[in-house]
């Protein structure tokens, strides 16, 4: 049992003797009130319960003089803490009262006081999975909710494939963590086990660059429509097209373009033809090893390239500079701009320029990754 110090309480009695009315005080000194008469009585205070930065509703009590008083187990939440008990101070440095408790009076000299809910902030353990790499584990860290720490770094591998931060779900689809980002609140729950599964990207594939000649934004006519998706005769779309190499192999590149097609007229023509929409110039570079140009406006044209330098394995001369932490071989001679033709007349086109890279690693000669590359895209119908 808790021993509270109890308030001064003082009221007035009159008693009648005679004709003289004779005034007579009480006053709370202990446990009991009494009167010159010998009349007594008992105190009664509030008592009121504050969440302390938590949740929920718990009504006010009162202590009787001079009875033991348990204090109400607590019905307050909050998140990420744990309850730990009451206290006479929001700040825990006061006396403390146990959930369910039992205490005498009233501290100081008040009619009422307040009972603080003290909170402790849960702990939980996070644990790093490879997801699929492999090499030595990184160790686990211990974590307080509501405190930032920092993420471990990575020592995992995976073959062709690039780290790129962790995640709390495997496929990635969960809260994710940067390389060297914090971690928080990824768990309320107390002495909780949380995963960080090591996110992947695969590099295996090429990575085609490019830009924009017009701003991706621009709407001249303000018709809801970006000017890079409504171009006219003469007008310049992508430009600059190049391939990157991230894969853990030396490798020949490939770029295959497929351009829609149009029926328009030239310059001198009589009547409609059908034509590239689009035109382009290769750089010396890049090498034709199969066209196909279509005579149907239902028909793409499509044309392979081949770069004439093998790239090389995770080259570092190239710095992506949106990932600090990849490193890539690319094509350094690129194509120049892809243009409309300078049409003088042409139907309406509801198409898209498309550019995409084959890799071939280089362990057979150019020759027969060229047969390997047009085999390939022509069994997925690309060529």
Known sequence: MTKLKHAVFGIGLFVMTGAVTIPSYAYYRGETLSAHNQFSISHVSLVFFSPNGGSG???????????????????????????????????GSG?????????DDLPGDETSTTLHAIWRPNTYTVVYDANGGSGAGVPSSSCTYDAAS???DN?????????????????????????GGSILNLSSKDKDTVTLYAQWEDESAPLIETSWNKNLELDADKNGTPDRLELVSGASCIKDPSLKNHSSKRSY????????????????????????AVIYTASPHWVLIKSSVSS?????????????????????????????????DRTDDLF????????????VLASSLNVSGLFIEASVTAESADRMAVETLTSTGSL
């Not at 009787?64 to 309850?83: A, E, I, S």
């Not at 829609?260 to 033809?273: E, N, Q, R, V, Y």
């Not at 392979?304 to 890539?328: C, F, I, M, W």
């Open 57 to 91: 509703v718990m009504g006010s009590t009162s202590i009787p003089l001079g009875h033991g008083y348990t204090v109400p187990l607590n019905t307050f939440t909050k998140t990420g803490y744990t309850f730990t008990g009451w206290n006479l101070d929001a700040a």
């Open 95 to 103: 006396i403390s009262i146990s959930d369910g408790g039992c205490v």
């Open 150 to 152: 920092s993420v471990n």
């Open 155 to 179: 020592s995992f591998s995976l073959n062709d494939h690039l780290f790129i931060g962790w995640n709390t779900k495997a496929d990635g689809s969960g809260t994710s963590i940067t390389p």
């Open 253 to 276: 590149a490939y770029m295959l373009v497929s351009v829609p097609t149009i029926a328009a007229k030239l310059s001198g023509d009589s009547s409609f033809k059908v034509y590239d």
């Open 296 to 328: 149907s406006t239902s028909k793409r044209s499509v044309y392979l390239y081949r770069y004439d330098t093998v790239l090389e394995a995770k080259g570092t001369s190239q710095r992506n500079p949106y990932h600090s932490l990849r490193y890539a």
């Open 336 to 347: 120049s701009s892809f243009s409309v033709q300078n049409f003088t007349s042409a139907e």
